[in-house]
């Protein structure tokens, strides 16, 4: 299996436009996870989707930020308007099953420079 | 709130000895589940031990074990036999309700 895949690995992007980030978790694993990981606050949990229902999202810093998972082999993190301070590296990660005591699989991780 | 915290932002150990990293948490749930992940420079996370909160025996995976005291609210990893591999930032998380919390990290230094 290739593992939880990232895209892009590396953006940079101008404040006020769009960014959508991308996310295929492994194949089988019902539960994705959103990360978003900043020297200043850590690895923030932004939010959480169950068989393809989000379950949690309060981790969504504002309105900005929306998420998506429309089939269990997709997901997107979008951000719109962006701004400099939603630089940060963007993880996702799966898990087999809802029973989170199961190991979380990481991504690479996108890292997202807004100027 | 949930929280979980790691007091100690860096730690150095030398080759071969043993190190080890401070977590405690605060939670009004009883059933919950502690983690210890590894981010190496390559960014990537990876799990390196994980500990049932109703279970009483400590969890060891090979070099890696951890002290858990419910009461007192606290999970320390240790590393016994330090390798130069182990250099990385050593995450602790808990998990409960649908909650995943993580600390800020303690980067762990191996001298050779």
């Known amino acids: 299996d290739a593992g939880v895949i990232q895209s892009p690995r590396h953006e940079v992007t101008e404040m006020g436009q769009e960014v959508t980030l991308r996310c295929k978790p492994i194949?089988?694993?019902?539960?994705l996870f959103w990360y978003r990981q900043t020297m200043m606050r850590g690895l923030e949990l932004l939010i959480y989707?169950?068989?393809?229902?989000?379950?949690?999202d309060s981790g969504m810093p504002e309105d900005r930020f929306s998420a998506k998972m429309p089939n269990a082999s997709f997901s997107t993190l979008k951000i719109q308007p962006s701004e400099p301070r939603d630089s940060a590296v963007y993880f996702c990660?799966?898990?087999?099953?809802?029973?989170?005591?199961?190991?979380?699989?990481f991504g690479p991780g996108t890292r997202l420079t807004v100027l | 709130a949930q929280t979980v915290t790691q007091s100690q932002p860096e730690m150095s150990v030398q080759e071969a000895e043993t190190v080890t990293l401070s977590c405690t948490y605060d939670?009004?749930?009883?059933?919950?589940?502690l983690f210890w992940y590894k981010q190496p420079p390559s960014r990537q996370m990876i799990l390196v031990i994980r500990?049932?909160?109703?279970?009483?025996q400590n969890a060891t995976e090979n070099r890696f074990s951890v002290n858990f005291q419910k009461a007192a609210k606290s999970f320390s990893l240790k590393i016994s036999d330090s390798q130069l591999g182990d250099a990385a930032m050593y995450f602790c998380?808990?998990?409960?309700?649908?909650?995943?919390?993580f600390g800020t990290g303690t980067r762990l230094k191996v001298l050779a």
């Open positions: 998380a808990w998990w409960g309700t649908y909650k995943y919390i």
């Open positions: 194949s089988g694993h019902n539960s």
């Open positions: 989707f169950n068989n393809n229902v989000p379950i949690d």
């Open positions: 990660a799966s898990i087999w099953g809802s029973d989170s005591y199961n190991e979380q699989f």
């Open positions: 939670t009004s749930e009883s059933d919950y589940y």
């Open positions: 500990q049932e909160a109703y279970k009483q």
